[in-house]
Nanobody, 130 residues
Framework: QAQLVESGGGLVQPGGSLRLSCAASGITLDFYGIGWFRQAPGKEREGVACISYSGFSTKYADSVKGRFTVSRDNAKNTVYLQMNSLKPEDTAVYFC????WGSGYVCPSTSLLTGHVEDWGQGTLVTVSS
Protein backbone atom coordinates (compact mmCIF):
# COMPACT_ATOMS: atom_id res chain seq x y z
CA GLN A 1 0.00 0.00 0.00
CA ALA A 2 1.39 3.37 -1.03
CA GLN A 3 2.01 5.69 1.87
CA LEU A 4 3.65 9.05 2.43
CA VAL A 5 4.76 9.81 5.97
CA GLU A 6 5.69 13.28 7.16
CA SER A 7 8.20 13.98 9.92
CA GLY A 8 10.42 16.71 11.26
CA GLY A 9 7.89 19.00 12.88
CA GLY A 10 8.29 20.48 16.31
CA LEU A 11 8.32 23.61 18.43
CA VAL A 12 10.55 26.40 17.18
CA GLN A 13 10.95 30.06 18.05
CA PRO A 14 10.08 32.78 15.55
CA GLY A 15 12.95 33.20 13.12
CA GLY A 16 14.01 29.60 13.52
CA SER A 17 14.23 26.78 11.00
CA LEU A 18 12.94 23.27 10.52
CA ARG A 19 13.27 20.68 7.80
CA LEU A 20 10.32 18.47 7.11
CA SER A 21 10.63 15.11 5.40
CA CYS A 22 8.10 13.22 3.33
CA ALA A 23 9.13 9.59 3.07
CA ALA A 24 7.41 7.17 0.75
CA SER A 25 6.76 3.48 1.06
CA GLY A 26 5.01 1.25 -1.42
CA ILE A 27 5.52 3.85 -4.14
CA THR A 28 8.48 5.17 -6.09
CA LEU A 29 8.34 8.93 -5.87
CA ASP A 30 10.54 9.69 -8.85
CA PHE A 31 7.54 9.54 -11.19
CA TYR A 32 5.40 11.92 -9.18
CA GLY A 33 5.01 15.58 -8.43
CA ILE A 34 4.74 16.13 -4.70
CA GLY A 35 2.99 18.91 -2.88
CA TRP A 36 3.27 20.19 0.66
CA PHE A 37 0.11 21.36 2.36
CA ARG A 38 -0.68 22.77 5.75
CA GLN A 39 -3.73 23.20 7.90
CA ALA A 40 -3.81 25.70 10.72
CA PRO A 41 -6.34 25.43 13.55
CA GLY A 42 -9.76 26.48 12.35
CA LYS A 43 -8.62 26.95 8.78
CA GLU A 44 -8.85 24.96 5.59
CA ARG A 45 -5.92 22.99 4.25
CA GLU A 46 -3.82 25.05 1.84
CA GLY A 47 -1.10 24.29 -0.66
CA VAL A 48 2.33 25.52 0.40
CA ALA A 49 4.83 24.17 -2.10
CA CYS A 50 5.14 21.84 -5.05
CA ILE A 51 7.98 20.05 -6.79
CA SER A 52 7.84 18.13 -10.06
CA TYR A 53 9.26 14.65 -10.42
CA SER A 54 12.52 16.01 -11.84
CA GLY A 55 12.76 18.86 -9.37
CA PHE A 56 13.01 21.42 -12.14
CA SER A 57 9.52 22.79 -11.56
CA THR A 58 8.71 24.25 -8.16
CA LYS A 59 6.04 26.60 -6.89
CA TYR A 60 5.43 28.29 -3.57
CA ALA A 61 2.60 30.06 -1.86
CA ASP A 62 3.23 33.79 -1.65
CA SER A 63 3.19 33.56 2.13
CA VAL A 64 6.27 31.30 2.18
CA LYS A 65 8.14 32.40 -0.91
CA GLY A 66 11.76 33.20 -0.13
CA ARG A 67 11.59 31.38 3.22
CA PHE A 68 10.68 27.81 2.29
CA THR A 69 12.50 25.54 -0.14
CA VAL A 70 11.19 22.25 -1.46
CA SER A 71 13.63 19.61 -2.67
CA ARG A 72 13.75 15.91 -3.31
CA ASP A 73 16.15 13.00 -3.18
CA ASN A 74 14.69 10.35 -5.42
CA ALA A 75 17.41 7.90 -4.42
CA LYS A 76 16.08 8.13 -0.87
CA ASN A 77 12.47 8.25 -2.04
CA THR A 78 12.03 11.39 0.06
CA VAL A 79 10.88 14.96 -0.46
CA TYR A 80 11.91 17.76 1.89
CA LEU A 81 10.60 21.14 2.92
CA GLN A 82 13.23 23.43 4.38
CA MET A 83 11.53 26.16 6.38
CA ASN A 84 13.54 29.20 7.42
CA SER A 85 12.61 32.47 9.11
CA LEU A 86 9.56 30.81 10.59
CA LYS A 87 6.70 32.98 11.76
CA PRO A 88 3.88 32.27 14.22
CA GLU A 89 1.47 32.19 11.29
CA ASP A 90 3.35 29.17 9.91
CA THR A 91 1.98 27.15 12.83
CA ALA A 92 0.01 24.28 11.33
CA VAL A 93 -0.06 20.58 10.66
CA TYR A 94 1.94 19.93 7.51
CA PHE A 95 1.14 17.20 5.01
CA CYS A 96 2.65 15.92 1.80
CA UNK A 97 0.82 14.29 -1.07
CA UNK A 98 1.10 13.24 -4.68
CA UNK A 99 -0.18 16.13 -6.80
CA UNK A 100 0.71 14.98 -10.30
CA TRP A 101 2.74 12.54 -12.34
CA GLY A 102 4.75 12.10 -15.49
CA SER A 103 7.50 13.96 -17.27
CA GLY A 104 5.07 16.59 -18.51
CA TYR A 105 3.87 17.62 -15.09
CA VAL A 106 4.50 21.24 -14.18
CA CYS A 107 3.62 22.58 -10.77
CA PRO A 108 0.60 24.89 -10.89
CA SER A 109 -0.10 27.76 -8.56
CA THR A 110 -0.22 26.35 -5.05
CA SER A 111 -3.82 27.53 -4.75
CA LEU A 112 -4.66 24.95 -7.42
CA LEU A 113 -2.83 22.03 -5.83
CA THR A 114 -4.91 18.95 -5.20
CA GLY A 115 -3.59 16.09 -3.16
CA HIS A 116 -4.35 12.69 -4.61
CA VAL A 117 -4.85 10.89 -1.35
CA GLU A 118 -7.44 8.66 0.23
CA ASP A 119 -6.28 9.43 3.74
CA TRP A 120 -4.27 12.51 4.66
CA GLY A 121 -2.86 10.87 7.74
CA GLN A 122 -1.66 12.74 10.80
CA GLY A 123 0.88 14.99 9.16
CA THR A 124 3.58 16.64 11.26
CA LEU A 125 2.87 19.53 13.61
CA VAL A 126 4.90 22.71 13.36
CA THR A 127 4.49 25.19 16.19
CA VAL A 128 6.20 28.55 15.96
CA SER A 129 6.09 30.30 19.28
CA SER A 130 8.31 32.09 21.74
Amino acid sequence: QAQLVESGGGLVQPGGSLRLSCAASGITLDFYGIGWFRQAPGKEREGVACISYSGFSTKYADSVKGRFTVSRDNAKNTVYLQMNSLKPEDTAVYFCAVVGWGSGYVCPSTSLLTGHVEDWGQGTLVTVSS
